[in-house]
C-alpha cells in the first residue's frame, strides 16, 4: 500500500552519530517534497528538516542546522537525515512526511509514516 | 509564522460540540491545516485549505476561518474523537505548529 517506512532509530550516546531512513512504496516518490518532524516525549510536533521533490532545496531548522542533514535518492525512493554530534535534547520520535501540493489552494501533509524512535542518553 | 492554539486542553463527554481555536502571527490565508493525533500514533490529516475534509474523515469534524484566524469544530463528539488537535500552517516556510490542544473525556 501507498506508505513511507521510517527506520535508523535507536539508542544513542551524546555526541555521536547516527543515520535516519524513510522509504516510500507504491506512489511517485520523485513527485514530492519530504520532511521530517519530531516529537519528544510528552511534547508537540516540531518541524527538523524538507527537501523538495528533486533534491535540489534542502531547509533545516535552527536547532538542526549544521548538525543534521536531509537527502534523497529518488532511484532507491528514500530520504534521509543525518544526524551527527547529537544531544539529549534530540531524543525524539521521528516521522517521515510526505507534502501534498494543490497549487493556489493548499499543501499539506497527506502521508506520515509510523516514526522511529531516537533515544540520546549516556 | 507563528501558530497559537486555544485551549490547550479541553473536557468534554461524547455527544458534545467542541471547537479548537487556531491564531497566526501573519495571514496564512487559508493554508492552514488541522491533524489529530492518539497515543503511540503518528498524526493523521483531518482538514486541509482551512475547511476541506479529508478523504475518509466523517463530516462531524470542519474547519473554518481565513486569514490568521481559525477554528475546528467537532459536533456531537464520538469516543475516539478523544485524541490531541494540531493546527499547522503552511502557507509560508518553516512550516509551524500549534502547540496541541488534547481533548479528554469529562
Known amino acids: 500500500q501507498v506508505q513511507l517506512v521510517e527506520s535508523g532509530g535507536g539508542v544513542v550516546q551524546p555526541g555521536r552519530s547516527l543515520r535516519l531512513s524513510c522509504t516510500a512504496s507504491?506512489?511517485?516518490?520523485?513527485?514530492?517534497?519530504v520532511f521530517w518532524v519530531r516529537q519528544a516525549p510528552g511534547k508537540g510536533l516540531e518541524w527538523v528538516a524538507d527537501?523538495?521533490?528533486?533534491?535540489?532545496?534542502?531547509y533545516h531548522s535552527d536547532s538542526v542546522r549544521g548538525r543534521f542533514t536531509i537527502s534523497r535518492d529518488n532511484s532507491e525512493n528514500t530520504v534521509y537525515l543525518e544526524m551527527k554530534s547529537l544531544r539529549s535534547d534530540d531524543t525524539a520520535v521521528y516521522f517521515c512526511v510526505r507534502e501534498k501540493r494543490e497549487l493556489r489552494f493548499a499543501y499539506y501533509f497527506d502521508l506520515w509514516g509510523q516514526g522511529t524512535q531516537v533515544t540520546v542518553s549516556s | 509564522i507563528q501558530v497559537t492554539q486555544s485551549p490547550s486542553s479541553l473536557s468534554a463527554s461524547v455527544g458534545d460540540r467542541v471547537s479548537i481555536t487556531c491564531r497566526a502571527t501573519e495571514t496564512t490565508t487559508t493554508y492552514l491545516n488541522w491533524y489529530q493525533q492518539k497515543p503511540g500514533k503518528a498524526p493523521e490529516l483531518l482538514i486541509y485549505?482551512?475547511?476541506t475534509l479529508h478523504r475518509g474523515v466523517p463530516s462531524r469534524f470542519s474547519g473554518s476561518g481565513s486569514g490568521t484566524e481559525f477554528t475546528l469544530t467537532i459536533t456531537s463528539l464520538q469516543p475516539e474523537d478523544f485524541a490531541t488537535y494540531y493546527c499547522q500552517q503552511s502557507y509560508d516556510s518553516p512550516r509551524t505548529f500549534g502547540q496541541g490542544t488534547r481533548l479528554d473525556l469529562k
Open positions: 527537501i523538495s521533490p528533486e533534491g535540489r532545496e534542502k
Open positions: 507504491k506512489f511517485a516518490f520523485s513527485n514530492f517534497a
Open positions: 485549505g482551512a475547511s
